[in-house]
């Protein structure tokens, strides 16, 4: 089969019509070798789209719409305008694992980008971080956030703005000894640009210090890259792990599974489900040894 979809020059992400991928009629074969062929397609493909400087398949239009338009908190979930889910409550376990693997000792200095329903930074809180940065661009989730106390915290520092746009801010109040970023609206390329503001020192002139701290600081994110295909989550983890490598950070990947059953009930009222798959590979990642 994986020959097939192969020489035939099926694109390795291509979806039939009840929205199945190769990937998964190998899998539930039990022809794993198909499906390790089938992500190895997909490396390879993503890697020549880069190379012939075209739009990857991971490459999305952010949604641009998202910071002008109001957004609702509607009992375990957070939703947009156009009832896309920004965050839901059946995270809360997988954040808190987040919140423990960036802030693993207290008095550390944490950075969130995303506030979203605040499940990471009250779990980060139970941690006890001297400081704990917060960057939220939604003025919605902005206004909650304050509505909710937190600009009044101990140790708490709210930046309200895109983080694009913030950096010299951020900067100003690191480095940090642990970093998250989960977002919404915003794609790989996003997450990657990201990557480049706090890995890259540059050269010359322009040398920066690194806003994640050497040699023990620990960075995550939140890993929904492709999150309803598993054969798209995984070639994703892999094109993600190579690219922090580049910046000289070592990426593990802890699988997790999940405790709450998330079917189509779990998304009912909402316009596109952003996570159906068993497994969640949470990401821990340091600088490597010749980079620290």
Request: hydrophobic letters at 35%.
């Amino acid at each position: 089969m994986d020959i097939f979809v192969i020489e035939a020059g099926i694109p390795w992400n291509t979806l039939d019509i009840g929205e199945y991928t190769a990937g998964d009629y190998a899998e539930a074969g039990g022809h794993d070798a198909v499906y390790d062929t089938l992500v190895q397609a997909g490396i390879r493909a993503e890697m020549v789209l880069r190379m012939l400087n075209q739009k990857s398949t991971i490459d999305q239009t952010a949604n641009e719409d998202y910071l002008s338009q109001p957004v609702e908190y509607s009992g375990d979930k957070l939703v947009d305008a156009e009832k896309n889910g920004v965050m839901m409550s059946w995270e809360a376990p997988l954040m808190e694992l987040h919140a423990q693997t960036i802030c693993s000792k207290p008095d550390s200095s944490v950075l969130n980008i995303g506030y979203g329903m605040g499940i990471i930074d009250r779990a980060l809180q139970t941690l006890k971080p001297a400081k704990h940065v917060i960057v939220e661009a939604h003025p919605d989730v902005y206004k909650h956030m304050k509505e909710q106390g937190w600009d009044k915290k101990p140790g708490v520092h709210i930046v309200f703005g895109r983080w694009q746009d913030k950096m010299d801010e951020i900067r100003a109040l690191g480095p940090y000894d642990g970093i998250f970023f989960d977002t919404f609206g915003e794609f790989y390329k996003d997450l990657d640009n990201f990557h480049q503001a706090v890995f890259a020192t540059g050269d010359g002139g322009d040398k920066k210090m690194p806003l994640l701290c050497q040699p023990n600081g620990v960075y995550s994110f939140f890993n929904g890259l492709g999150g309803d295909h598993k054969l798209f989550h995984d070639v994703y983890c892999h094109i993600v792990k190579a690219d922090l490598l580049k910046l000289g950070v070592d990426t593990q990947y802890s699988q997790v599974s999940s405790d709450t059953d998330i079917d189509e009930e779990t998304w009912k009222g909402i316009k596109r489900p952003y996570w159906m798959l068993k497994a969640y590979n949470l990401p821990t990642c340091t600088w490597t040894q010749d980079s620290s």
